[in-house]
């Protein structure tokens, strides 16, 4: 560093230490912040949007392994007898 420079951080530094605190917040920066909430201006359209948000928040279930082996053997099923009904159709006899 510079002479000058070193000098002039020496007298913009803080002289006394500072004082220390028992911080009781938890939950991070910003936790004491309180959320806004919109207030509906219409009780019927509010009711619409709480039943779309309750339909959005609440998650589909997972289907167990064995349904999804299941569904996925109907498919082929079905796509097996598909070709097998387009080749009846469409296919010559005599060949």
Do not use: C
Not at 31 to 36: F, G, T
Not at 58 to 68: E, G, N, P
Request: positive net charge; glycine residues 4%; without cysteine.
């Amino acid at each position: 560093m510079d002479g000058k420079k070193a000098l002039v951080l020496v007298f913009l530094s803080r002289l006394e230490p500072v004082k220390a605190h028992v911080k009781n917040n938890k939950k991070g920066i910003g936790a004491e912040k309180k959320r806004k909430t919109t207030k509906p201006t219409d009780p019927a359209e509010s009711k619409v949007v709480n039943d779309e948000e309750q339909t959005s928040r609440k998650k589909t279930k997972a289907l167990s392994k064995r349904v999804r082996k299941m569904q996925e053997q109907e498919k082929q099923m079905q796509e097996k007898e598909f070709e097998r009904a387009f080749f009846r159709e469409f296919w010559p006899y005599n060949v």
